[in-house]
């Protein structure tokens, strides 16, 4: 039976997610979000074997979320500050060179949304890899400016110096449209592929600035068989990606 065919868009978001952490080796995957965490206890179940999965607060996890190991807020902090970490976050905004914002909408002095606040993401972006998880793509997260910057764009880093981006890095963006990444001269947001069932156009319409587009658009990969039947049968067996992305 073919993937293609039955493969659904949510399941596409995994494999997209899973593979943000392929090959990097003996690192903190800290995933946030339903399908960032299924992502990363696929790749760990197949392609990254050597990942740390944690419980989100003090514990080392293993696959089935039993608790392995102790990770001290020191130790956490230490993985951060030496790049030893690789973190899936959200976002409230994202801009054309990776600015995120989950603080606040409007002008800071009188918002009007009050958000999560900037919380860790100044010291996530400028330590270790960070990617981005936005389950609903739509100009108003993808958006030519963001109100403001939380998690530090290519940019931003390179306005502060080398300082900031020595260890700066922003490996992808996953949303429910397809994948993008930063892999440009100027480090301008790049169209790395669209999920099956999705137009180029329909993500530059979604899109609140000028994507920079390849002259070719792949299609995000098929997942395997195997790959397929764990997250269905394993990591998510009641179906709880679907609630985030439900098939169109």
Known sequence: MSTTSTTTRAEYCVIACADAWRDNGEVLASPMGLIPSIGARLAKRTFSPDLLLTDGEARLVGLDG?????????????????????????????????????????????????????????VNTLNNPVSYWVPRHSTRVFVEKVDMISGVGYDSAAAAGPSATRYHHLPRVVSDLGVFDFATADHAMRLASVHPGVTVEEVRQATG????????????????????????????????????????
């Open 66 to 122: 039993e608790t392995e190991g102790w990770l001290p807020y020191r130790q956490h902090l230490a993985m951060v500050t030496g790049g030893r970490r690789h973190v899936m976050m959200g976002a409230s905004q994202l801009d054309r060179f990776g600015n995120q914002n989950i603080s606040c909408i409007g002008d800071w002095r009188r918002p009007a949304r009050q958000l999560l606040g900037v919380r860790g993401a100044p």
């Open 209 to 248: 600035f000028p994507l920079v587009l390849p002259d070719e658009v792949p299609r995000t990969r098929e997942p395997s068989e195997a790959e397929l039947r764990l997250i269905r049968e394993v990591i998510d067996p009641d179906g709880l990606r679907e609630r985030e992305v439900p098939t169109v």
